[in-house]
Structure formats: C-alpha cells, structure tokens
C-alpha cells in the first residue's frame, strides 16, 4: 500500500465518522423542533380550556 492509498483510507474514515456526527446532530435538533411544536400546540390548547372555564363560571 502506497501513503496516497493509506490517506484515502483515513479520509473516508473521517468522512464516515464526521457525517454520523453531522446527521446525528441534526435530527436531534428536528426532534426537538418537533417537540417545541407538540407543547405550543397543547399549551394552546390547555390555555383556551382555563380560559373557557373561567368564562362560564365568571358569567
């Protein structure tokens, strides 16, 4: 094996590795993305709820 051979080898490698790395990271922050969304939704919801209650019982 020649060091251009040995190089390409390592670079791959560290291509492979860096990659998981980035995907890794990136679906991480789309589940958390994900996540904030699912509690504004149901932190809307839940406000509109109180906010329903206390109404009726105001009137």
Known sequence: MTKSTI?????????????WWIVSALFSLLWF???LA???????A????????TRRTGD
Do not use: D, E, Q
Request: net charge positive; proline share 0%.
């Open 33 to 35: 993305v994900v996540k």
């Open 46 to 53: 839940v406000y509109a709820g109180i906010r329903s209650l």
């Open 7 to 19: 190089w390409s080898i390592l670079g791959g490698i560290a291509a492979i590795i860096i990659a």
């Open 38 to 44: 699912v509690v504004a939704v149901v932190a809307v």
